[in-house]
T-cell receptor, first 112, second 110 residues
Framework: ETGVTQSPTHLIKTRGQQVTLRCSSQ?????VSWYQQALGQGPQFIFQ???????GRGNFPPRFSGLQFPNYSSELNVNALELDDSALYLC???????????FGQGTRLTVV | QKEVEQDPGPLSVPEGAIVSLNCTYS??????FMWYRQYSRKGPELLMY????GNKEDGRFTAQVDKSSKYISLFIRDSQPSDSATYLC??????????FGKGTRLHILP
C-alpha cells in the first residue's frame, strides 16, 4: 500500500455533467500529480500541484481543473463531461524535486 | 515518433524463466527512469527507479538504462505466476510530468 488514497473508486456520470475526484497524498509528500489512463494505454499527465499552485500541465483542455489544499490533498474537476473522458484517473504523490511518484488505486469514471 | 515506445505484448513465459521487458525513447534529455507494475483495475506500483545510465538490482528485478542507445530494460529472474501483470516503463526530465509507455502485458504460465 502506498498511502495515497482516492475517492470514489467508481463513478458513472452522464455526458455534459461535472465530476470531482479526490486524492489524499502520502504522508510527507507535498506534490500531487493527476493522470488519465484510457483502456490499454499508459497513464497521460494531466497536471501537477505543488504547495497549492499548478506546476505543469499536460495536453488537456481547460475543462480539466484542479485544486490542492494546505494539507496537500487534491481534487480533480472535470466539467462538461464527454464520452472520451471515460478512463481510470490516477493520483500520484511525491516529494518536491523527487520524481519517485507513488500512485493511488485510481477512480474509474464511466461517462454514458 | 512517440516519446516512449513499448511493445504491448502479450508476452507469455513459463514459470521460472527469465523475463526481459524493454522500452525505447526519443528524448535524450530524460534523466529519471522507472518501471511500474499494474495489476488489473489497480493503480501502478513503483518497482524500480533509476537516475541516468547504469544497472540497478532489487531482489529478482534488475533495471538497465543505456542512454547512448535510448533503451531501457527490466529483467525478472525466477518468474512467478504472481508476476503476471502489465509492466509500464516511464521516464522524466525532473520533477514535472512522467511519460509512460503503453505497457506490456505479461503472463507467467504455471
Amino acid at each position: 500500500e502506498t498511502g495515497v488514497t482516492q475517492s470514489p473508486t467508481h463513478l458513472i456520470k452522464t455526458r455534459g455533467q461535472q465530476v470531482t475526484l479526490r486524492c489524499s497524498s502520502q504522508s510527507g509528500h507535498n506534490t500531487v500529480s493527476w493522470y488519465q489512463q484510457a483502456l490499454g494505454q499508459g497513464p497521460q499527465f494531466i497536471f501537477q500541484y505543488y504547495r497549492e499552485e499548478e506546476n505543469g500541465r499536460g495536453n488537456f483542455p481547460p475543462r480539466f481543473s484542479g485544486l490542492q489544499f494546505p494539507n496537500y490533498s487534491s481534487e480533480l474537476n472535470v466539467n462538461a463531461l464527454e464520452l472520451d473522458d471515460s478512463a481510470l484517473y490516477l493520483c500520484a504523490s511525491s516529494g518536491r524535486g523527487n520524481t519517485e511518484a507513488f500512485f493511488g488505486q485510481g477512480t474509474r469514471l464511466t461517462v454514458v | 515518433q512517440k516519446e516512449v515506445e513499448q511493445d504491448p505484448g502479450p508476452l507469455s513465459v513459463p514459470e521460472g524463466a527469465i523475463v526481459s521487458l524493454n522500452c525505447t525513447y526519443s528524448n535524450s534529455a530524460f534523466q529519471y527512469f522507472m518501471w511500474y507494475r499494474q495489476y488489473s483495475r489497480k493503480g501502478p506500483e513503483l518497482l524500480m527507479y533509476t537516475y541516468s545510465s547504469g544497472n540497478k538490482e532489487d531482489g529478482r528485478f534488475t533495471a538497465q538504462v543505456d542512454k547512448s542507445s535510448k533503451y531501457i530494460s527490466l529483467f525478472i529472474r525466477d518468474s512467478q505466476p504472481s508476476d503476471s501483470a502489465t509492466y509500464l516503463c516511464a521516464m522524466s526530465l525532473g520533477d514535472d510530468k512522467i511519460i509512460f509507455g503503453k505497457g506490456t502485458r505479461l503472463h507467467i504460465l504455471p
